[in-house]
């Protein structure tokens, strides 16, 4: 079992940088990430009658 289990030790040692130097990422054009929330959230409990003009909005 030991020398199975050096194997594997060996094997995945050898693999780590098989790819080459790591290199950075290119640089974003753009300074945001892309990502937009909008909107809005509400929770609790509504007492009373509902409104005529529909349901409430924030």
């Known amino acids: ?7 594997i030790l060996l094997v995945t ?5 098989a790819d080459g130097l790591p290199e950075a ?4 054009s753009s300074s945001g990430s892309g990502i ?3 909107g809005c959230a509400s929770a609790g409990v509504t007492m009373g ?7 409430a909005r924030c």
């Open 36 to 38: 937009t929330v909008t």
């Open 1 to 7: 079992m030991k020398p199975v289990s050096a194997f």
């Open 49 to 55: 009658a509902p409104s005529t003009d529909g349901p």
């Open 13 to 17: 040692l050898a693999a780590c940088g």
């Open 25 to 28: 990422p290119a640089a974003l």
